[in-house]
């Protein structure tokens, strides 16, 4: 499976981003989609996840509220949506995916994940 994330950028605190993940190589509804992010000096975490039916999603508390998930099978393409930003969500953002049993349930260990894109910059200025 090959993933290619674009979307990233520099916004203003308060502003908004759209970041999408275009998979290929596999049957998309195969596989679970997480977005995972790492700021500098700090370990990469869980954002965002989805289930492979996209009808289960999970967020960090960080940004509950704040930032969507969703996915599009006919597209083959996840999608974070990204609103009222904050400087600490300044990272690289990471797409990944893996092959999931259940259909309906949203990973956020990154062990599940067997594939990660090439991540895409994401900066928020104060």
């Known amino acids: 499976v090959q993933l290619q994330a674009s979307g990233g950028g520099l916004v203003q605190a308060g502003g908004s981003l759209r970041l999408s993940c275009a998979a290929s190589?596999?049957?998309?509804?195969?596989?679970?989609m997480g977005w995972f992010r790492q700021a500098p000096g700090k370990e990469r975490d869980i954002v965002a996840a989805?289930?492979?039916?996209?009808?289960?999603?999970s967020y960090a508390d960080s940004v509950k509220g704040r930032f969507t998930i969703s996915r599009d099978n006919a597209k083959n393409t996840v999608y974070l949506q990204m609103n009222s930003l904050k400087p600490e969500d300044t990272a690289v953002y990471y797409c990944?995916?893996?092959?999931?049993?259940?259909?309906?349930?949203?990973?956020?260990?990154?062990?599940?994940?067997?594939?990660w894109g090439q991540g895409t910059q994401v900066t928020v200025s104060s």
């Open positions: 989805i289930s492979r039916t996209g009808d289960t999603t």
């Open positions: 990944a995916t893996g092959p999931t049993r259940a259909p309906s349930r949203a990973y956020s260990s990154g062990n599940v994940y067997s594939f």
């Open positions: 190589g596999r049957t998309f509804n195969d596989y679970a």
